[in-house]
C-alpha cells in the first residue's frame, strides 16, 4: 500500500469553510477512484494560519497515476481552492506503507 501525503494552509478565518469544501469536493473524488483505499484528513491552526494535510492510501503506484497522471507526484487541486489556499505546493509525498 502507498500513502500519498499533500499539505495546504489557508488563513484561520477560513478553516471551517476549507474543511467543508474539501469534504464535499476533493473526499468524494477520492471515493470514486478505483484502488482507493482510505484517508485521514488532518487540520490546525498555529499562529492565525490553517494547516490542512491529507495523507491518502493507495493499492499501489498504478492506481495513483489513475488519480493524478503519470508525473503522480504533483499535487491535484480542484478549481475551488484558489479561493482559500495561500500558496500551491508543486509536490506531494508517497511512502510505501509497512505497518498500520
Given at each position: ?52 494535510t ?9 492506481v ?37
Open positions: 500500500m502507498i500513502a500519498r501525503i499533500w499539505h495546504g494552509r489557508t488563513k484561520a478565518k477560513d478553516f471551517e469553510q476549507y474543511t467543508e469544501l474539501m469534504k464535499s469536493i476533493a473526499i468524494p473524488d477520492y471515493e470514486r477512484t478505483k484502488g482507493f483505499v482510505n484517508l485521514t484528513f488532518l487540520r490546525r491552526i498555529d499562529n492565525g494560519i490553517a494547516h490542512f491529507l495523507i491518502t492510501y493507495w493499492e499501489n503506484l498504478d495513483i497515476k489513475n488519480f493524478a497522471g503519470d508525473d503522480f507526484e504533483v499535487a491535484k487541486y480542484y478549481p475551488e481552492d484558489k479561493k482559500f489556499l495561500l500558496e500551491f505546493e508543486e509536490k506531494v509525498t508517497h511512502y510505501e506503507v509497512f505497518a498500520g
